[in-house]
């Protein structure tokens, strides 16, 4: 067991604390559960507060191009309120909730190149510091699996997956970032479509899907994006011919020509300004999104551009099953959480 020992604000000789989280992803909604240890320094101290921030690395689009930063997007308190002798050893088990719209960060065992953390944060004396930090792995719903499986069938390949600061119009989204997972056209469409996006937002009750293709554009014609919404029941799992239902929204998808009347835009907030919880990482590139509201299974019109994180590929007939090729491998993705975070706390970008 490797302690963290809290440098900060409450001196060498404060409290160490090791988070451990249990074994296994936890799919969004799911508990996520573990214990805080804490052994005491050389004094005892009142240990006011254990608290724990899901963390993410998030993309945002300025005047100034890109830059990525570190956004905390759920917090909780999991202990505090008692007395924690010198060098004594104690443990404070949680289990809590997942935000629904935790994105994915794993497939089929498989890393996509999302890093989120979990971090420990303690308050003794009134004095706050971070302390331990782990990776927080998650994998998909059922439905999403069900959705990324029936692509996969289809012939569409895994490129990339980021996270992008902002948010969708017209949907129910609660975090303030969404997941875009970039996939590579299925042959029968690739005459017509650069790549697909795709982007869940789950509920309680079931998913949301964005789906937005890149276009290609003819000879005298510029290439469009079209973006189009579905939703689906988490009961709709063994329910549904996914092959047949997903190949019916890339159909209406890249067949779609909406209008381009009142589109109201994807916010994309500045990430230096006060309170947005981001740190000066950079990254190249810009770009805008936009869309309208239509009801359900409806067409828009729009555009999105920028780079994304992984270059995965997928191969198989079992279905979107993901290979990593000059990417990330599941103990980089690990050692990225530690030195992304933490050099975010370096430069104090980490609330919101």
Same mark, same amino acid.
Do not use: C
């Given at each position: 067991?490797?302690?963290?020992?809290?440098?900060?604000?409450?001196g060498a %000789?404060?409290p160490?604390?090791?988070?451990?989280?249990?074994g296994g992803?936890?799919?969004?909604?799911?508990?996520?559960?573990?214990?805080?240890?804490?052994?005491?320094?050389?004094?005892?101290?009142? +240990?006011?507060? +254990?608290?724990l921030?899901?963390?993410?690395?998030?993309?945002a689009?300025?005047?100034?191009?890109?830059?990525?930063?570190?956004v905390?997007?759920?917090?909780?308190? &999991?202990g505090?309120?008692?007395? @924690?002798?010198?060098?004594?050893r104690?443990?404070v088990?949680f289990?809590?909730?997942?935000?629904?719209?935790t994105p994915?960060?794993?497939?089929?065992?498989?890393?996509?190149? +999302?890093?989120?953390? &979990?971090?420990?944060?303690?308050?003794? =004396?009134?004095?706050?510091?971070?302390?331990?930090?782990?990776?927080l792995?998650?994998?998909?719903?059922?439905?999403?699996e069900?959705?990324?499986?029936?692509?996969?069938?289809?012939?569409?390949?895994?490129?990339?997956?980021? @996270?992008?600061?902002?948010?969708?119009?017209?949907t129910?989204?609660q975090?303030?970032?969404?997941?875009?997972?970039?996939?590579?056209?299925?042959?029968?469409?690739?005459?017509?479509?650069?790549e697909?996006?795709?982007?869940?937002?789950?509920?309680?009750?079931?998913m949301?899907?964005?789906?937005?293709?890149?276009?290609?554009?003819?000879?005298?014609?510029?290439?469009?994006?079209?973006l189009?919404?579905f939703?689906?029941?988490?009961?709709?799992?063994g329910?549904?011919?996914?092959?047949?239902?997903?190949?019916?929204?890339?159909?209406?998808?890249?067949?779609?020509?909406?209008s381009?009347?009142?589109?109201a835009?994807?916010?994309?907030?500045?990430?230096? =300004?006060?309170?947005?919880?981001?740190?000066?990482?950079?990254?190249h590139?810009?770009?805008? =999104?936009?869309?309208?509201?239509?009801?359900?299974?409806?067409?828009?019109?729009?555009?999105?551009s920028?780079? %994304?994180?992984?270059?995965a590929?997928a191969?198989?007939?079992?279905?979107l099953?993901?290979?990593? &090729?000059?990417? @990330?491998v599941? =103990?980089?993705?690990?050692?990225?959480v530690?030195?992304?975070?933490?050099?975010?706390?370096?430069?104090?970008?980490?609330?919101?």
């Open positions: 067991m490797v302690f963290k020992r809290l440098l900060g604000a409450m %000789g404060g160490s604390v090791d988070t451990v989280l249990d992803p936890v799919a969004p909604g799911g508990i996520l559960s573990g214990q805080v240890h804490l052994q005491g320094g050389s004094a005892d101290v009142e +240990i006011e507060h +254990i608290g921030e899901l963390i993410a690395r998030v993309e689009e300025h005047e100034d191009g890109e830059s990525e930063g570190a905390v997007f759920e917090r909780f308190t &999991v505090g309120g008692f007395r @924690l002798a010198e060098q004594e104690h443990s088990p289990s809590v909730s997942l935000p629904w719209e994915v960060s794993e497939l089929y065992g498989q890393p996509l190149g +999302i890093v989120l953390g &979990v971090r420990t944060e303690l308050a003794v =004396a009134g004095a706050r510091d971070k302390g331990d930090l782990d990776p792995a998650v994998r998909p719903l059922p439905v999403q069900a959705v990324l499986e029936a692509l996969g069938q289809l012939g569409f390949g895994f490129k990339s997956a980021d @996270l992008e600061h902002g948010h969708i119009g017209g129910g989204q975090l303030p970032f969404y997941q875009e997972i970039e996939l590579t056209p299925a042959p029968q469409y690739a005459h017509v479509v650069n697909i996006e795709l982007t869940f937002l789950a509920t309680p009750a079931g949301e899907i964005v789906l937005e293709a890149d276009k290609r554009g003819g000879l005298f014609e510029p290439g469009q994006d079209a189009t919404r939703t689906v029941s988490h009961h709709d799992v329910a549904r011919d996914w092959n047949s239902e997903v190949d019916g929204w890339i159909r209406q998808l890249v067949e779609h020509r909406a381009y009347g009142s589109h835009t994807y916010g994309h907030a500045d990430p230096y =300004a006060a309170g947005s919880g981001y740190g000066h990482h950079s990254a590139g810009s770009g805008h =999104a936009s869309d309208h509201e239509s009801g359900h299974g409806s067409g828009h019109e729009g555009h999105r920028g780079p %994304g994180l992984g270059t590929v191969a198989g007939a079992a279905g099953a993901v290979g990593v &090729v000059g990417g @990330l599941a =103990a980089e993705v690990v050692d990225e530690g030195d992304f975070f933490e050099g975010d706390d370096d430069e104090g970008g980490e609330e919101d």
